[in-house]
């Protein structure tokens, strides 16, 4: 039974992901760049769902629901467990997103950072396996049928995919594979852990000019 969370217009739906680590190498040279891959949401499937009062309903994500969303483009986060102090990325960066006739898929590049690492191997692990989807409905049908309330979202605006070890549908799955690098990703990787590196070290040179060391 999946949990809906409802945070002023944002709502978000959790997800469980049958964890399949798989790992494979394309390429016979050249670097290589490690991904998480899954379903992130599925379409066309009625999942029981329970509101905050405890009440629950049949609830399906239209297969259409998405198109406009990917096709303008705006930026939608990666974050873990739905916390903004653990953004990991975004559309615009290492986070890939892609319809299908049965869902939303993704793959997500993690950089090199020590946290991105531990949630890429909490995920090999299975303590991650779970996603969530933070988005605001924007067009949806209610209908009752044998005593059965049914909920259908036609349109939504998606602002976020998280990964969670909190589990609900059993119809998504992520998992870890190897593929040969493409458009400089390692470089692109490298580069911002250097970027980060030297504002650290000049912060710490601004704290010790300040104490007068």
Known sequence: MSLVVVMGLLEKRVFPLRVMPTIETRGKSGQTVEVLTGRAAVFDEFTEMKDLLGDTFQEQFAAGCMTEILDDGHKIMALFNHDWSGLLGSTEDNLTLA???????????????????????????????????????????????????????????????????????????????????????????????????????????????????
């Open 99 to 213: 319809l299908k006739s049965d869902g939303l898929y993704f793959e997500f590049v993690p950089k090199r950072f020590e946290f991105d690492r531990r949630i890429a191997e909490l995920v090999r692990t299975g303590t991650i396996d779970g996603c969530s989807i933070g988005f605001k409905v924007i067009r949806d049908k209610w209908e009752v049928k044998n005593e059965k309330t049914f909920h259908t979202i036609e349109a939504l605006d998606l602002f976020e995919v998280t990964f969670t070890p909190i589990p609900a549908y059993a119809q998504t799955a992520i998992g870890i594979k190897v593929r040969e690098a493409i458009n400089g990703e390692t470089e692109a990787t490298e580069r911002e852990e250097r970027r980060q590196i030297l504002a650290y070290v000049e912060r710490i040179s601004s704290m010790l000019d300040v104490i007068g060391l």
